[in-house]
């Protein structure tokens, strides 16, 4: 390489240092085209998805709603009532299926059972 | 999110956030790329009003690609500058056969009279000088010495090998130079100190 390309490089080195520190403004117009493209292409914001309803409110919803829901209550509460205390005129389910006290549970319940039978024989 | 909060986010995440809807993203992305896209397309060109065009098509594209941007498969600046080489190459093969003095030169202020008329010359022979380089040589010498890529991102836009950027860049340097040697005292770089 001889002195003279050395200088010639240098010169076109010092040149694109130049362009490099001095890159050319955006032109106003550009920009605002650029963004305008931007705004006609950019995809619409999803729509906010509705919260998903909670199980106890689906349940209710399949049951008929709070009427459902406070018939339900009542019918379990009168269940559990009758289960723990039974009323004596009706039959023991349990210990007559176990076999325990069948004669006694069989006489509580003969008046219900033969009624009207008693009246016929006099 | 405001314009503000952006300013640190990458390029790929900030295309995710306009794909999703976010208003400001695109001003971000905007004010960020487009001035190195114009500036890429401005240098190949030498024309402001194609390297207008052409800026402006590259960032549409940015704009179509992004409900399909995957995060952290590529850089934004490397898809971008590579969308833009292939626009100025389509443009420099229909424009064939035109003669270099008939394409305009860009024009860049400076601060005093003579100073900037200096400086428009040197800018124009500059412009000039690549005008009249291979494409593939002015594109490889613009990324590298006037955008600052670095050569295995000028290779990922090019699609050619680093070592093929080494030497794209140096025979269009030397080329330049050659060029611009004739031009070394009426562009004052006789008596300039560096």
């Known amino acids: 390489m001889t002195p003279h390309d050395d200088e010639d490089m240098t010169a076109t080195d010092r040149m694109l240092e130049a362009a490099r520190r001095t890159p050319p403004d955006v032109p106003a117009r550009l920009m605002a085209r650029v963004l305008e493209d931007a705004d006609a292409l950019q995809p619409a914001i999803a729509p906010a998805m509705a919260p998903h309803p909670a199980l106890w409110r689906r349940i209710a919803a399949g049951i008929g709603g709070w009427q459902g829901v406070g018939g339900l209550v009542a019918a379990t509460c009168a269940g559990i009532w009758i289960g723990v205390s039974p009323p004596a005129a009706i039959p023991d389910a349990g210990a007559y299926l176990l076999g325990y006290e069948m004669g006694a549970t069989a006489s509580s319940t003969a008046e219900l059972t033969s009624f009207g039978w008693d009246l016929d024989e006099g | ?194």
């Open chain 2, 1 to 194: 999110m405001p314009p503000d909060a952006l300013s640190t986010v990458t390029d790929d995440a900030l295309l995710v956030l306009y794909a999703n809807g976010d208003p400001s993203a695109a001003r971000v992305l905007t004010t960020r790329l487009l001035p190195r896209v114009f500036a890429q397309a401005r240098r190949m060109l030498g024309d402001d009003s194609e390297a207008e065009d052409v800026a402006q098509e590259s960032m549409l594209r940015l704009w179509r690609i992004a409900p399909e941007w995957r995060q952290g498969e590529a850089q934004v600046t490397t898809w971008l500058y590579k969308v833009c080489a292939n626009l100025c190459t389509d443009r420099l093969r229909k424009r064939r056969g035109v003669a270099l003095e008939e394409v305009s030169e860009p024009a860049d202020p400076a601060p005093t009279a003579v100073q900037r008329m200096q400086d428009r010359s040197r800018s124009d022979a500059l412009q000039t000088a690549l005008n009249a380089l291979p494409d593939r040589q002015r594109q490889a010498v613009v990324l590298r010495h006037i955008e600052g890529l670095a050569n295995p991102e000028i290779a990922a836009v090019m699609d050619i090998s680093p070592r093929a950027v080494e030497s794209l860049t140096a025979r269009g340097k030397r080329a330049l130079a050659a060029l611009l040697a004739g031009r070394r005292a009426e562009l004052g770089y006789e008596d300039d100190t560096p």
